[in-house]
């Protein structure tokens, strides 16, 4: 039999230290939770819920918990790496210090497919951590666990694709019928507790200034110098800009109207009608 090249008796005692490794971690495991602001009031998503499971799972399982890391008000959007608490699970992976990484659910690892998928790949075959969801019992370890994984990863993109096309839709019925569709409530009115508008009468009188300013012929810059100068705040808190001025000018709201361009699918919509609000400019 040919003697092995070195090149081949290199890659096999790597491949007899990476072993060493895995199996001196391969109880060892660390929690991940994140939930996203919008879901910090929902029941299910909370980080003490998704903390309990981790930690009953582990304890069933019989795996150490090295540590229990948590991204609180972290969107699923956001890719993992860029995110404060995975960016220590990374540099912890790097270092060899666990084999699987537990979660409650996949999509707290990430919203998007891709995303869930590529995070799975990365973690696994640069530093052989698998990923196992507690309550989905898939293991991203093994070949049917990648698939199941895949299925359900594709199911909760499609979930969320389908609650904002939803909401956008609720948005685009309640503007086409003169309602308030969202957004920040525009300078000089308030939130009626409804969903609607009332006028802000504390500062009716800087939106009524102005418009007459405008009317007058005054520029952007003057309108915003005058307001300056005289310790009106604008609508963010700070000083007013000629940006700040057009915003406001050429907002129907004052004219007591809604207008909003809502896209789907490629799709532009625009509606441009009378609200059911309260005009602020005659």
């Known amino acids: 039999m040919a003697a092995s090249s070195n090149r081949a008796r290199r890659a096999l005692r790597r491949n007899a230290v990476q072993a060493a490794q895995r ?12 939930v996203s602001t919008e879901e910090q009031a929902q029941s299910g998503f909370g980080l003490e819920a998704q903390d309990e499971a981790v930690r009953a799972f582990a304890r069933a399982v019989g795996l150490e918990l090295v540590d229990v890391i948590s991204d609180p008000g972290v969107s699923g959007t956001v890719r993992p790496a860029d995110r404060p ?7 912890l992976a790097a270092e060899r210090r666990f ?7 996949f999509d707290r690892v990430a919203r998007s497919i891709a995303l869930a998928v590529s995070t799975s790949t990365e973690l696994d075959t640069e530093h052989g951590v698998t990923i196992r969801s507690v309550t ?11 698939m199941i994984f895949g299925v359900l990863s594709a199911m909760a993109e499609a979930e969320r694709d389908a609650i ?44 009524e200034r102005i418009f007459a300013e405008n009317g007058r012929g005054a520029t952007l810059q003057a309108i915003a110098d005058g307001l300056n100068r005289d310790g009106i705040p604008s609508p963010r808190g700070g000083r ?27 799709v532009a919509t625009h509606v441009n009608r009378p609200g059911d609000h309260a005009r602020l400019i005659r």
């Not at 199996?23 to 994140?34: D, I, M, Q, S, W």
């Not at 084999?99 to 659910?105: A, E, G, M, N, Q």
């Not at 957004?183 to 800087?206: F, H």
């Not at 050429?250 to 699918?265: C, D, K, L």
């Open 164 to 207: 904002v096309d939803r909401t956008k839709g609720g948005r685009q019925t309640k503007a086409s019928q003169g309602g308030f569709a969202g957004g920040r409530i525009p300078y000089g009115y308030l939130s009626d507790g409804k969903g609607g508008l009332v006028i802000d009468e504390s500062r009716r009188a800087v939106v």
């Open 240 to 266: 007013w800009w000629p940006s700040n001025v057009s915003y406001l000018l050429n907002n129907q709201v004052y004219a007591g109207r809604v207008e909003y361009v809502f896209v789907s699918a490629g």
């Open 85 to 91: 608490g995975f960016a220590r699970i990374l540099q």
């Open 99 to 105: 084999s699987v990484l537990l979660v409650k659910r």
């Open 136 to 146: 989905e019992s898939i293991d991203t370890g093994s070949p049917a666990g990648k």
């Open 23 to 34: 199996n001196e971690v391969r109880t060892l495991a660390v929690g991940y939770l994140r």
